[in-house]
């Protein structure tokens, strides 16, 4: 008994000692990410027209999170860094994770690795609503603003699933197919508000908000980001087995006892759901889903397990910098975030591409 139970036992360890490994440099490179993260956002905090060193930053969040201190800096530092640049940074931060974990799960639900989040139509129909806003006066302040593009977005996702689920079933193409048709209608609805504004000021608006900024960050918009970034993050950790087994295949999926079409179905509506919040607040930042699940996968591997928490970070990271940099290149004006994001972004898909077609 113990000869035929001593082999079994060999073969177990080989096979697990990988995953184990995998596993641990996983949790090395999450733990590195985080650590970044967080010495970032005082870094970043600092960073603009009007630079204020990491310490003066630190003391001032202190101050107002905690108590901690005397306020022995000038009123204008307290300002910049409480009033504007703190709740920028952590907006940026929420709207990187959530758009960065929405893209690996999109790649997941629709089994192409060059999907990213907007594939729903969202970032279309929140532009629909911000121009709307923009334009005729649908909403008043930044919090109309967020509240239209909040709706449009919504109305998308709605619209796409109603189209998506036509002969009862949820799969992976019929669900990009129905997101580009209504991302185009949608698109050419935008322009014709803006035609039929004939506003030159509203269409400046409405182009410098569809291609992403900031800009009108406070910590009234925060919750918004903030909720929908815990949340998407969350929920697919918790599915993270399932997103591995769609990944592979709606077989693999059934062999695990997963339904493919309803757990798409119910992934895609918070996906959804979380870039209509991140859109919404910070209008369409392009690239960041699509690219960051790729390089963290070189980091973690293809587990979702690892994938999602260590994309979250890096999403965040990203985005914390790339406001950096756009509130500080041309100030005292500002770059929109989409831009950046697209500079950056191109290259590094080129080189995906290309080591996947060495592959």
């Given at each position: 008994m113990a000869t035929a139970v001593e082999p079994n036992r060999q073969v177990e360890a080989r096979t697990t000692a990988p995953g184990r490994r995998r596993a641990t440099l996983g949790a090395m490179w999450i733990t590195l990410l985080a650590t970044v993260l967080i010495a970032s956002l005082p870094i970043a905090v600092g960073v603009g027209p009007v630079p204020i060193d990491a310490g003066t930053v630190s003391r001032i969040l202190a101050h107002h999170l905690f108590g901690y201190g005397a306020a022995d800096w000038a009123v204008s530092d307290d300002n910049i860094v409480w009033g504007l640049r703190a709740p920028r940074a952590l907006l940026g931060a929420c709207v990187g994770a959530a758009l960065a974990v929405a893209g690996t799960a999109v790649q997941a639900l629709v089994r192409n690795p060059l999907a990213d989040p907007y594939l729903l139509g969202v970032a279309s129909g929140a532009s629909t609503g911000a121009a709307a806003s923009i334009l005729f006066g649908f909403g008043a302040g930044v919090l109309g603003l967020t509240g239209s593009a909040l709706v449009g977005a919504l109305a998308a996702?709605?619209?796409?699933?109603?189209v998506a689920r036509t002969g009862g079933t949820l799969i992976g193409a019929r669900l990009v197919f129905a997101g580009i048709s209504v991302a185009f209608a949608l698109s050419a609805l935008t322009n014709f508000l803006i035609f039929a504004s004939d506003s030159r000021d509203g269409a400046r608006a409405v182009m410098f908000w569809s291609l992403g900024?900031?800009?009108?960050?406070?910590?009234?918009?925060?919750?918004?980001?903030?909720?929908?970034?815990?949340?998407?993050?969350l929920a697919m950790t918790g599915w993270a087995r399932r997103l591995d087994a769609l990944a592979i295949g709606d077989d693999a999926a059934h062999s695990l006892g997963t339904d493919p079409t309803r757990f798409r179905a119910a992934a895609a509506l918070l996906v959804g759901f979380a870039v209509a919040a991140a859109v919404a607040v910070a209008g369409a930042i392009g690239f960041v889903g699509l690219v960051v699940p790729h390089l963290v996968r070189l980091m973690v591997g293809a587990s979702h397990r690892l994938v999602v928490p260590a994309s979250a970070l890096a999403g965040a990271i990203l985005l914390v910098w790339a406001d950096a940099l756009a509130r500080t290149l041309l100030a005292p004006g500002e770059i929109p975030l989409g831009i950046l994001t697209a500079l950056v972004g191109t290259p590094l898909l080129i080189v995906l591409v290309r080591r996947q077609g060495a592959r």
């Open positions: 996702i709605a619209l796409v699933f109603a900024s900031l800009a009108q960050a406070h910590w009234g918009t925060l919750p918004i980001a903030a909720t929908a970034a815990v949340a998407v993050t």
